[in-house]
């Protein structure tokens, strides 16, 4: 599983670059930033791992993808055949992202699926590597949304696949889902915002985490359970929280559980 941690807004006012160089420099593969121009300060400061842009790009801003190697996500067949033509002009491959509004309302692609499958058909000099969607309200436990739209996620990612397309990463989840346990929202890669910097959200009703330490605390005494696989590394987390410590970088933080 892949960590992409967020470092949009200026890592939420700590710094994107300081923030990206000590989590890259912990083996981080990916950032996540809202528009090019927060990419190109990643660029700037010498981050060279994949930069995604989740907010779009403006007409102005697309020739910055291919210059500054940042990976566009795709709200809407406009915005592919926009990319699309922009690949052909400059002779470059481009990778992108697919975001489907499954019910948060805001960004996302919303055309039925069969326009968006003939959209990735025809374009040609683009490539879609993933599928993304984001919850509304992922720390509400007691609520079904985050349930309906991972079932709509997962069966807009069946319709791709029988048409023959399987982009390899698929994202749902952001801070909450991965605090939280919500094992079944991981995907292929997981985009932590908040939580890196010491916040979660409270949850609303009995996360999936709690609900394992129960069954857990109900077992017979040395009956074998397997703890769920976690995209924390509790390191890295703990390194941006405290990365806007003058002090940070030179010392070895100490083992942290992830945040609750």
Known sequence: MI???V???????????????????EGAPWFCVSNA?????LRDAGISARILVMGGCLDFERNTLLGYD???VVHCPAQLRDLDRLAGHSGCSLTYHLKLDTGMGRLGARAPLPELIEAVRQARHVHLEGLMTHFASANDFVSGQTAEQMAGFESAVQTFRAAGLAPP????????????????????LVRPGLALYGYVSPALGTPPHARRERRSAMAPSGA???APS???SPRATQ???????????????PAASPPS
């Not at 670059?17 to 420099?25: G, H, I």
């Open 239 to 253: 390194t941006a929280s405290r990365i806007s410590s003058p002090t940070a970088a030179t010392s070895s933080p």
């Open 230 to 232: 976690s995209p924390w």
């Open 224 to 226: 074998p359970h397997a």
């Open 70 to 72: 940042l990976t566009p």
């Open 169 to 188: 990463l698929l994202h749902l989840s952001s801070s909450g889902p991965v605090a939280y346990g919500l094992c079944r929202a991981y995907g292929k």
């Open 7 to 25: 470092v949009k807004a200026n890592a939420y006012g700590h710094g994107s670059a300081e923030v990206a160089r000590r989590l890259e420099a």
């Open 37 to 41: 121009a927060e990419g190109v300060v």
């Open 3 to 5: 960590t992409a941690p």
